[in-house]
């Protein structure tokens, strides 16, 4: 068989790269991008497993229940991971919003951990209080009191950066450190449960749960709220004055600020905004999941919320999916490390190859624009008709 024409190889080149360029800003990059992240994972899986099919079809297919056709119907098996990973997407998607919302006005906070821990607070302590009333009353007064403490814990902030012009970065996380001691001083001191066996807050009334929408877990009607949200998130920023100032404070806020609009405002409405989702992250946490509050609620949910936020380009409604890709990675994850002989160490490296090729939006349309290069030098390359004899 003769070797392709010089001709044929530049035209096989040069639709190469419109191609990639498609790809990456028609159809978007995460298709691509999860597509060689599954690849470089199940290369790096076939280095230290012996079982590699075996191991990687665990971390994609482990978090999904068994349907078994028994005695009195379909039985669902293996729920509770199932149901983890959407209680942790909720959680999550909730802390994703209180992120990407400051993040589109260029305040880059990172205070969602200490928000959400003083929401719970809040709610825990609201829900105490009105133990006596009915469902229709104590949750949407908790609900209130975790949005209003957890904004107003993320306003400051944005308040400090305006008036005194304090980086946000640092006031957050110095803010984060307090919001934690004060909740478990709090605890410890005034809402502790003698009975308990630990330091915790009474259980909470039956009244101030949230039930369960999926048996056998702890997946509760924020899972429906939660879409709602993010959409309610989206319109707010494309449909609104406030979300157009939002906007052209986070993109151009010089520009903002000659055209007259409430810059200061703006900023301190986002970081409170992100508050407000904190807050409803530390609800989602001691009323649907724990049934109330210990003391040593771990830390560190917050800076995941900051890679769901990444995952999803800082775009309201792209982050429930977003978190839902997310923990179902870890919910993949746990079951490789349990059902495989892949050591945790690995699987977590595997999970952070994996976002880390879906946050790289950049990468194929810098091979596009490589592909270009090469399809240019291979044409200069190609000798003229007048050359030919």
Do not use: C
């Not at 969602?112 to 949750?139: E, K, N, R, Y």
């Not at 934690?180 to 410890?188: A, E, G, K």
């Not at 952070?352 to 091979?367: G, M, N, T």
Request: net charge positive.
């Amino acid at each position: 068989m003769s070797a392709a024409p010089p001709a044929y190889r530049a035209a096989r080149r040069a639709g190469l790269a419109p191609l990639l360029r498609r790809a990456g800003a028609g159809i978007g990059t995460l298709p691509l991008s999860l597509a060689a992240a599954l690849l470089v994972g199940f290369a790096l899986t076939a280095l230290v497993s012996d079982e590699p099919l075996r191991a990687w079809l665990a971390l994609l297919t482990g978090p999904l229940p068994e349907f078994h056709l028994g005695a009195h119907g379909w039985e669902a098996r293996r729920v509770v991971l199932f149901g983890a990973a959407i209680e942790d997407a909720i959680t999550l998607a909730l802390l994703g919003l209180a992120i990407a919302l400051p993040f589109r006005a260029r305040q880059f906070t990172l205070g969602a951990d200490g928000q959400m821990f003083l929401g719970a607070l809040a709610a825990v302590a609201t829900s105490l209080a009105l133990a006596a009333w009915p469902a229709a009353i104590v949750l949407p007064a908790s609900l209130l009191a975790a949005m209003v403490v957890g904004g107003t814990w993320g306003l400051l902030p944005g308040w400090m950066k305006v008036r005194h012009g304090a980086s946000e970065i640092v006031t957050s996380l110095m803010l984060n450190l307090v919001a934690v001691q004060l909740f478990r001083l709090i605890l410890s001191e005034w809402m502790s449960d003698p009975g308990a066996g630990f330091i915790a807050t009474p259980v909470l009334p039956p009244a101030a749960a949230l039930a369960p929408l999926i048996p056998g877990t702890h997946v509760s009607a924020m899972l429906i709220a939660v879409p709602l949200l993010a959409w309610a998130a989206q319109a707010m920023l494309d449909r609104t004055s406030a979300g157009y100032a939002l906007r052209a404070v986070g993109q151009a806020p010089d520009f903002a600020r000659r055209m007259g609009l409430p810059v200061a405002r703006t900023v301190m409405l986002s970081t409170a905004l992100g508050g407000l989702f904190a807050g409803l992250a530390g609800l989602h946490v001691s009323h649907a999941l724990l049934g109330r509050l210990p003391v040593d609620l771990p830390a560190g949910l917050g800076y995941e919320g900051l890679v769901v936020a990444l995952l999803a380009r800082n775009q309201p409604r792209a982050i429930p999916m977003a978190a839902l890709l997310y923990a179902y990675l870890r919910a993949g994850g746990q079951a490789m490390e349990r059902g495989t002989d892949v050591p945790r160490e690995m699987v977590l490296v595997i999970q952070a190859l994996i976002i880390l090729f879906v946050v790289s939006e950049r990468l194929w349309p810098r091979l596009a624009e490589g592909l270009a290069r090469w399809r240019a030098r291979g044409h200069h390359a190609l000798p003229s008709p007048g050359a030919v004899s």
